[in-house]
């Protein structure tokens, strides 16, 4: 499904309310909800709005558990780190639980380390077998301008990973290792959610949404839910090249 809308205000008013229906069903039918967190800039925005005095109540949070699609190698009280922009958000403001936070542990010595130790407790969390995925209710996912998502960038290594959850992705030209979730857990998801705004984001999206299947090109192309609603919400000016 994508859905345009006219200012990023109800862009991200609609992404809470479609987070909190979704965590409602998950509570409902497992008795808690899973979801793995986007990074970069702008989930930041729908995070302080899930934390904020009109959807705090909405949701049980003590049985929300949280993890992160992607996280830079830097330490967790870096200005670049994921975790803290999630922490500062969303986790304080909500007073989650530290047992409720699944961060990587970029305190590790190597990215491999880091990534290693990420997947055998995503696997040990949702006891699943090694080699079945595990399944989030939600993964929430922003867009870079060169169609990367997570930390799954145009042609490096972690766009073929087709057995493991979690990699460490050398990024030459970032000329840094990212650690990331890989295609086969996100397509293993119940419900994922792209959030992408702003007029950077028009030339890529429309490559990606209308363009030719370019997987090495275009990583966000392959987020295809195997199982599971797809959700592209997009604000006007993103959406300004899309044929509608
Ligand atoms: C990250 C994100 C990354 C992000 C895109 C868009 O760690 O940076 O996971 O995939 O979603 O780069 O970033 P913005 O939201 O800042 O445009």
Do not use: C
Not at 3 to 10: C, E, L, M, P, R
Not at 75 to 98: Q, R, V
Not at 149 to 156: C, I, K, M, V
Not at 170 to 180: C, G, W
């Amino acid at each position: 499904m994508i859905k345009i809308f006219d200012d990023a205000g109800k862009l991200f008013k609609f992404a809470a309310e479609k987070f909190v229906e979704i965590a409602a069903e998950s509570i409902r039918a497992r008795g808690q909800f899973t979801v793995a967190l986007a990074g970069g800039s702008t989930p930041k925005s729908l995070y302080q709005l899930l934390a904020g005095d009109v959807f705090r109540n909405e949701i049980d949070w003590t049985k929300g558990f949280f993890f992160f699609g992607d996280e830079r190698n830097v330490p967790l009280d870096a200005d670049d780190s994921n975790f803290k922009m999630a922490n500062e958000s969303l986790f304080k403001p909500l007073e989650t639980a530290e047992k409720n936070i699944f961060r990587w542990r970029t305190e590790l010595e190597t990215a491999e380390e880091i990534a290693a130790d990420y997947e055998s407790r995503i696997v040990d969390f949702f006891a699943s077998k090694r080699g079945e995925f595990s399944r989030f209710d939600l993964i929430l996912l922003g867009m870079g301008d060169d169609g990367h998502t997570a930390s799954l960038f145009p042609a490096t290594r972690a766009l073929n990973e087709s057995s493991k959850i979690a990699v460490a992705n050398a990024v030459e030209k970032l000329e840094t290792t990212r650690l990331t979730l890989t295609f086969p857990v996100l397509n293993a998801a119940r419900n994922v959610m792209f959030l992408v705004k702003g007029a950077d984001k028009a030339a890529v999206l429309k490559k990606v949404l209308e363009g030719a299947p370019l997987p090495q090109q275009l990583p966000s192309q392959n987020v295809k839910p195997a199982d599971g609603d797809l959700f592209w919400l997009v604000d006007d000016t993103a959406a300004a090249l899309l044929s509608r």
